[in-house]
């Protein structure tokens, strides 16, 4: 107010007036954009945009009110600090995006984060505009209420627009905060050199550069934190992302529907998990007289094992899978163990995290049962896993009168390499039975009965929400695109499966 | 509440110090590990002399001096035949030679040779081992049956060539029309070459080399260098050329100008491994490399070996033979007198050590080499083709690495170990030695671990630990006209000594020592009128 008594001419803005109120423009598009990005950011990762949105606004819109509150103990230097605010702002708010992308697989309490995030660019955020008013004041403006507030609320508009329709289709989330941020950046260093005796500000000029230069950084390096950040990749929103000693084990949520990935593969959809277990479990159990004794190798989300223990016969289920961090996390997670019903923590069933492969070579127990729920052969040291060696041990492993259910990739997508699969079984002199089943997340998917002795057409079914006893008799029937044709046998010194798997399914995929 | 300007500039210097140490976190740390190799000391020691006079005296049948590949396979070679009056001498702690392992918490690895070929119809005792080791399991149609666990499993190897993992050795894409008609003609000459029958009506080329024909048309081969020889046909597609320097790098550690035409043809031409299921073309490999062979060889034999023994002298008396071994544990000297000697070291130190019996000559060259283990917390990966167990890089002075858990028993593992070769081949193979001794661990660290991140940038911070190996003579050279000159006539010898190592082939393989191992034991019991059924 002590300027008050030299007001200038308002018709010619002079430049560091204009600096200013472009501040006040980038200002407000940039905490727009930052809270746009957190709310994005949020619903995608976590679910549930409504929630996520409001509670976003909200608390941004609290802790600009506390900013604002909080301008009011600065009494010098104003300028001063709103550069250095402004520098801050660009700095959290521009690596926002990227820094929680990083941070959501490997911290446990990602919302603590991303609401610090939140009230920290909004208090900055709230600081900035009074601040900016009163040096404005300070320079040479009359209506500086409205004029800031107009820019305030044109740059909100502009950052509103421009989010959906450019910002998110071109740049990402990550890049457009790197963008943004150095918008706020460049503002600053701007106007540091715009202000009059611009000389005290040394200190602030560095760090505007030293701030530019590392969103710069971050700008071009987007695409391999964006790689890193590899959430990006999944269709629906990430709920549970770790990276075990084995693999990247993912679990993704929309609605109702639960999904488990590892290194990126689909392994179930809860929609339709029930159709895949019943056909991999039920066929095999209804061949085998009485089943006490049960081996499921791999299916470390204790599915299969649902299926197995609703047969009250079965007196222990042994569970084979490389990754503890996948059937601890299945064991515990209540979401999951309601969908496996307790399979792993129940009394008849024993756990074991080891290699299958090295597992079933030094095994010398006889089991009634063995599923074989691998993942598909999609590289080498899986495909080890559909060699004629392990089928020789997994013949090793089946009782007198016993029976093996193998999973055995898409005979429609992937033919030779179904087929592979059953002549593989065959060369290490497994008698066999080849079925399918419709799973409409995998599609039209294969299963292999494999046993030292001849296999029923056709057993008595224990029925559930797929298989009844015409369903489970029909699934042995293959039309002429699914039908058997020559393949070879997949040995260890030449992984015939891993190639021809890799040849069907690209194909199919492209 | 009051925001004060301390606060803020404390705001920013904390971000700046936190970016610092991301920054600092992300530059490479030093990987720990150790530096070893072949007893130095005990090899310089032997060289030094000044043992002292002998203290005891013990008496056998048949010394062995030297417990590689060749001495453990004459070992064997005598307990088969029931002939178990017999006592190995061997330096180090650890019978092997070239065919030792290591091993850590993530896995056994090898320190030197990692593989063999499935063996060719010609080498009878060798598939004789190999079935009595149950890596020959049956016979199908005929043809020998390998075990699928030791056969070595798919994906074999890979080359890393422009950026991108490509299967097989030899880059297909990329290359140019010239590139093209040299790989397609040499490929047709050496194809040719195996199946070539000398007018002596031997194979032209075969392993065991001994087993060769001796036809002077193709013994003139041995005359004229492998790149003289390539340089007359006009075949300079540097892509051939590459691929043929790793080859003749591989197995002989040396460059194509100083191998002889006849080894680098041989490299080629030599096998024809005899298999059923298509497995001729593959090799056998263990986690722990040709330590398995070696450890098997030594295990049939348990009460015959003693190490720590530095063999330094061995001496004509009568017809028998003394033999002077410092035993480095109680460092006195031990004499042992024997019916016969089987010297299975290499030539060089048996010229050193039985000077009466065994020329020394300075055709006898050697390749040092570098071996290094790399134990990494992720199993290395790279855009296209997927991690083979042999991974090689087009443009690296190194010859890649093998995968010491691509066979198992897991099928799947978190961490491994890469063992990781470089023969010092660019130098004269003194002053490759000279630097083997005179550098420092961390720097051969460096060279190793940049070349890896070369490879497989994809590894970066997952490095734990890197042991660097040196061998400072680790196979013969197969210079021109050595194979078929000094080699030959360094393989006679007065009888009851006789000599055992692959240097007697001019080719540092697995199945040379074996063979004169085999040949060495075979001719002492014919010596000592021991019945034996001949399996050579």
């Given at each position: 107010m002590a300027d008050a008594g030299r007001p200038r001419s308002t018709s010619s803005a002079s430049a560091p007036a204009v600096a200013l109120l472009a501040s006040a423009f980038v200002v407000a598009t940039c905490g727009l954009i930052y809270e746009l990005l957190a709310s994005t950011l949020a619903s995608y990762l976590l679910g549930d945009s409504v929630t996520q949105f409001s509670t976003v606004i909200g608390a941004y819109l609290f802790a600009m009110g506390i900013g604002s509150w909080c301008s009011r103990y600065v009494r010098q230097n104003e300028l001063r600090l709103f550069v250095r605010v402004e520098l801050l702002i660009a700095l959290i708010g521009g690596c926002s995006a990227a820094g929680l992308f990083l941070l959501f697989p490997v911290i446990d309490h990602f919302r603590v984060a991303l609401y610090a995030l939140v009230l920290a660019i909004g208090f900055f955020v709230g600081l900035e505009i009074p601040l900016l008013m009163r040096i404005l004041r300070d320079v040479e403006f009359r209506e500086v209420v409205s004029s800031v507030l107009t820019f305030d609320y044109v740059g909100a508009l502009a950052a509103s627009l421009l989010f959906p329709l450019v910002l998110m289709p071109y740049l990402g989330m990550v890049r457009t905060g790197f963008l943004f941020g150095i918008a706020n950046a460049a503002v600053a260093l701007a106007l540091l050199f715009v202000m009059r005796d611009a000389g005290r500000f040394r200190l602030e000029k560095l760090a505007a550069i030293f701030v530019l230069a590392l969103l710069g950084a971050g700008f071009i390096a987007s695409e391999r934190l964006q790689r890193w950040a590899e959430v990006a990749s999944y269709q629906e929103p990430v709920v549970y992302a770790v990276s075990s000693r084995f693999q990247r084990i993912v679990i993704t949520r929309r609605g109702d529907d639960l999904r488990l990935y590892l290194n990126g593969n689909l392994q179930f959809s809860s929609r339709d998990e029930y159709r895949y277990h019943e056909a991999l479990v039920q066929?095999?159990?209804?061949?085998?007289?009485?089943?006490?004794?049960?081996?499921i190798?791999?299916?470390?989300?204790?599915?299969?094992?649902?299926?197995?223990l609703r047969h009250p016969g079965v007196q222990s289920l042994t569970l084979v899978d490389l990754d503890p961090d996948v059937t601890r996390l299945f064991s515990q997670t209540a979401m999951l163990t309601a969908l496996n019903r307790g399979a792993l923590t129940d009394p008849r069933m024993r756990v074991i995290n080891a290699d299958g492969f090295r597992w079933a070579r030094e095994a010398r127990t006889r089991y009634d049962a063995v599923i074989v729920d691998f993942p598909d052969p999609v590289d080498f040291s899986v495909g080890k896993l559909y060699t004629e060696s392990f089928y020789r041990e997994l013949k090793r492993l089946i009782a007198p009168g016993g029976i093996a259910a193998v999973?055995?990739?898409?005979?429609?997508?992937?033919?030779?390499?179904?087929?592979?699969?059953?002549?593989?079984?065959?060369?290490?002199?497994?008698?066999?039975?080849?079925?399918?089943?419709?799973?409409?997340?995998?599609?039209?998917?294969?299963?292999?009965?494999?046993?030292?002795?001849?296999?029923?057409?056709?057993a008595p079914v224990l029925t559930g929400r797929f298989l009844d006893q015409a369903t489970a008799n029909r699934m042995f029937d293959f039309p002429p695109d699914m039908a058997r044709r020559p393949a070879p046998v997949n040995r260890l010194d030449n992984q015939a499966l891993v190639r021809l798997f890799d040849e069907e399914w690209s194909r199919y995929e492209a | 509440?009051?925001?004060?300007?301390?606060?803020?500039?404390?705001?920013?210097?904390?971000?700046?110090?936190?970016?610092?140490?991301?920054?600092?976190?992300?530059?490479?740390?030093?990987?720990?590990?150790?530096?070893?190799?072949?007893?130095?000391?005990?090899?310089?020691?032997?060289?030094?002399?000044?043992?002292?006079?002998?203290?005891?005296?013990?008496?056998?049948?048949?010394?062995?001096?030297?417990?590689?590949?060749?001495?453990?396979?004459?070992a064997w070679t005598l307990a088969e035949a029931g002939f178990d009056g017999f006592t190995l001498f061997e330096l180090e702690d650890e019978t092997g030679g070239n065919a030792r392992a290591g091993r850590n918490a993530v896995s056994a690895y090898p320190l030197g040779a990692h593989y063999l070929p499935v063996a060719n119809q010609d080498a009878r005792a060798l598939r004789h081992l190999l079935t009595r080791l149950g890596i020959i399991v049956g016979e199908k149609g005929g043809l020998p049956v390998y075990d699928p666990y030791q056969i070595c499993a798919d994906?074999?190897?890979?080359?890393?060539?422009?950026?991108?993992?490509?299967?097989?050795?030899?880059?297909?894409?990329?290359?140019?029309?010239?590139?093209?008609?040299?790989?397609?003609?040499?490929?047709?000459?050496?194809?040719?070459?195996?199946?070539?029958?000398?007018?002596?009506?031997?194979p032209a080329f075969t392993i065991p080399a001994a087993y060769s024909s001796r036809d002077p048309d193709l013994l003139v081969l041995d005359t004229i260098s492998f790149g003289r020889w390539l340089d007359d046909r006009e075949w300079h597609s540097p892509v051939l050329r590459a691929h043929l320097r790793y080859a003749m790098r591989d197995d002989y550690g040396t460059e194509p100008d100083h191998v002889s035409a006849w080894a680098g043809i041989h490299y080629f031409a030599g096998r024809r491994g005899w298999a059923a299921d298509g497995a001729g073309d593959k090799v056998l490999t263990w986690p722990e490399g040709n330590a398995r062979l070696a450890r098997a060889m030594a295990a049939r034999v348990p009460g015959r070996i003693r190490r720590g023994r530095i063999v330094h002298a061995v001496a004509r008396d009568g017809d028998r033979m003394w033999i002077d071994s410092f035993d480095v544990a109680r460092e006195e000297t031990v004499r042992t007198t024997a019916t016969a000697a089987i010297l299975a070291m290499p030539h060089f130190v048996a010229a050193r050590v039985a000077p009466g019996e065994v020329r020394a000559d300075k055709a006898f060259t050697y390749a040092p080499w570098l071996v290094a283990n790399i134990t990494v917390d992720r199993l290395p990966t790279g855009k296209g083709a997927q991690l083979a167990w042999d991974n090689v890089s087009a443009t690296s002075e190194s010859l890649g690495y093998v995968v010491a858990t691509h066979q198992g028993p897991d099928a799947r593992t978190a961490g491994t170990v890469l063992s990781w070769y470089m023969p010092l081949s660019a130098v004269e193979p003194a002053s490759g030695r000279r630097q083997l001794l005179e550098r420092p661990i961390e720097d051969w660290q460096?060279?190793?671990?940049?070349?890896?991140?070369?490879?497989?940038?994809?590894?970066?911070?997952?490095?734990?630990?890197?042991?660097?190996?040196?061998?400072?003579?680790?196979?013969?050279?197969?210079?021109?006209?050595?194979?078929?000159?000094?080699?030959q006539r360094a393989a006679e010898t007065r009888p009851p000594v006789f000599l055992a190592h692959s240097d007697l082939s001019g080719l540092s393989l697995f199945e040379e020592a074996h063979y004169h191992g085999t040949r060495a034991a075979e001719a002492a019991m014919r010596h000592l009128r021991h019945p034996f059924e001949s399996l050579l």
């Open positions: 066929p095999a159990l209804a061949r085998v007289a009485n089943p006490r004794s049960v081996l190798l791999g299916g470390g989300d204790g599915l299969a094992a649902r299926e197995v999973q055995s990739t898409s005979p429609l997508v992937a033919p030779r390499a179904f087929w592979t699969v059953a002549t593989t079984l065959e060369a290490a002199g497994l008698q066999i039975r080849p079925y399918h089943a419709y799973v409409p997340s995998f599609g039209e998917w294969g299963f292999i009965l494999a046993a030292n002795g001849p296999i029923a057409p056709s | 509440m009051k925001l004060s300007r301390r606060a803020l500039v404390g705001g920013a210097a904390g971000a700046a110090v936190l970016a610092g140490g991301g920054w600092a976190a992300l530059r490479r740390r030093k990987p720990p590990g150790t530096l070893a190799g072949a007893d130095l000391a005990r090899g310089h020691r032997l060289a030094k002399g000044g043992f002292p006079a002998p203290t005891r005296f013990e008496e056998t049948g048949v010394v062995i001096a030297g417990g590689g590949v060749a001495g453990l396979s004459a994906l074999e190897e890979r080359l890393f060539h422009q950026g991108r993992w490509h299967e097989g050795l030899i880059p297909r894409n990329g290359i140019g029309a010239q590139d093209r008609a040299d790989l397609a003609a040499f490929d047709a000459a050496v194809t040719a070459f195996a199946a070539h029958r000398g007018r002596d009506g031997r460096s060279i190793v671990e940049d070349d890896l991140l070369l490879m497989n940038p994809d590894l970066e911070g997952a490095i734990r630990s890197i042991d660097v190996w040196r061998w400072g003579h680790a196979m013969v050279r197969p210079t021109p006209g050595f194979i078929w000159g000094a080699a």
